[in-house]
């Protein structure tokens, strides 16, 4: 088995004023990025940021061999943004949380 190794990346965007407007949030294990939060405040979605900070995250995975990343989401936030951006769905919980579905995604690097 190959050894095991752990690394963290947090990626932020801040604007003008240092204030946080968008981050993500991922961690490597062994050969796989696990991209834990990817967040954009409300008021600054769909200006690129959240694209941007994907492909960031991917890149990170990459430069440190990862062949490939996984995240999950639910029905309510953001399914397709990730199928936009080349991720697989993977599997699912129905109702989770009650009336939703909590969604797992993968793409290969």
């Known amino acids: 088995m190959a050894e095991f190794r752990t690394k963290p990346i947090v990626l932020a965007v801040r604007d003008e004023t240092n204030r946080l407007i968008a981050g993500l ?3 490597i294990f062994w050969n796989a ?3 834990d939060i990817l967040w954009v405040d409300e008021e600054h979605r769909r200006r690129g940021y959240g694209a941007a ?3 960031r995250g991917e890149d990170a995975g990459r430069a440190e061999s990862c062949d ?3 995240l999950s989401t ?3 936030q953001a399914p397709g943004f990730y199928e936009k951006y080349g991720y697989d769905l993977v599997g699912e919980f129905q109702d989770v949380p009650p009336g939703s579905r909590r ?3 993968s793409k290969k690097l």
Do not use: G, K, M, S
């Open 25 to 27: 949030t991922a961690e």
């Open 33 to 35: 990025l696990f991209i």
């Open 53 to 55: 900070l994907l492909r």
């Open 68 to 70: 490939v990343a996984c």
């Open 74 to 76: 639910f029905d309510f």
């Open 103 to 105: 969604r797992w995604f």
